[in-house]
């Protein structure tokens, strides 16, 4: 089975992730995308995260019944900050049968050489780009095993304008799936 991996911190989820996930699935290879919630993400503050648990919670929430999108917590079994390479190691060594591939924004693939041994990753696993807004521009690394530039509509809302919503008592109805939205105003998350 291939899987692509989307990491993320999903702080929370909205339907842009949701579209991206679902059109690399629908016009790719791969067989399934997880959803890798990152408890701490070392190049972003963690502060204005929402609990990992309770992140993961949402995840599961917006993908219930798709079979082919699953909320993977592996991340939190593992040291922090987390680093993808390590999560891929250990991926690769707990489901010797599947094969991952990386999914990743094309913001990302340009900051790709801040990421611990990032050679590695280039070398060893697919990698599967969605351009973004002012990063269209793909980096060329020669070493890349396989880069494939995805063109996923996307959508212009962002995790921190969710956020800034909520704090505002602004309607975030239709930004998230209605089951999100629910719990999250059910359980007073993004607030303060």
Same mark, same amino acid.
């Given at each position: 089975?291939?899987?692509?991996?989307?990491?993320?911190?999903?702080?929370?989820?909205?339907?842009?992730?949701?579209?991206?996930?679902?059109?690399?699935?629908?016009?790719?290879?791969?067989?399934?995308?997880?959803?890798?919630?990152?408890?701490?993400?070392?190049?972003?503050?963690?502060?204005?995260?929402?609990?990992?648990?309770?992140?993961?919670?949402?995840?599961?929430?917006?993908?219930?019944?798709?079979?082919?999108?699953?909320? +993977? @917590?592996?991340?939190?079994? $593992? *040291? #922090?900050?987390?680093?993808?390479?390590?999560? &891929?190691?250990?991926?690769?060594?707990?489901?010797?049968?599947?094969?991952?591939?990386?999914?990743?924004? +094309? @913001?990302?693939?340009?900051? $790709? *050489? #801040?990421?611990?041994?990032?050679?590695?990753? &280039?070398?060893?696993?697919?990698?599967?780009?969605?351009?973004?807004?002012?990063?269209?521009?793909?980096?060329?690394?020669?070493?890349?095993?396989?880069?494939?530039?995805?063109?996923?509509?996307?959508?212009?809302?962002?995790?921190?304008?969710?956020?800034?919503?909520?704090?505002?008592?602004?309607?975030?109805?239709?930004?998230?799936?209605?089951?999100?939205?629910?719990?999250?105003?059910?359980?007073?998350?993004?607030?303060?």
């Amino acid at each position: 089975m291939r899987a692509g991996l989307y990491f993320g911190s999903f702080n929370p989820i909205h339907h842009g992730h949701l579209i991206i996930a679902n059109y690399i699935l629908d016009h790719t290879d791969l067989d399934q995308v997880w959803f890798v919630i990152s408890p701490q993400n070392p190049l972003k503050p963690s502060a204005s995260l929402l609990n990992e648990y309770h992140r993961l919670f949402l995840v599961q929430l917006a993908i219930e019944g798709e079979k082919n999108l699953k909320a +993977s @917590d592996i991340e939190f079994k $593992l *040291p #922090k900050p987390s680093y993808t390479v390590d999560t &891929l190691a250990y991926l690769r060594e707990k489901y010797p049968g599947n094969e991952f591939a990386v999914i990743m924004g +094309s @913001d990302s693939l340009q900051n $790709l *050489p #801040k990421w611990k041994n990032y050679q590695w990753l &280039l070398r060893n696993y697919a990698i599967y780009v969605y351009l973004r807004p002012e990063h269209e521009t793909i980096p060329v690394y020669p070493e890349a095993m396989s880069i494939q530039v995805v063109q996923a509509p996307l959508l212009p809302i962002s995790s921190t304008t969710i956020r800034q919503h909520i704090r505002e008592g602004k309607s975030i109805r239709y930004l998230v799936p209605d089951a999100v939205r629910e719990e999250i105003e059910k359980s007073g998350y993004y607030l303060h």
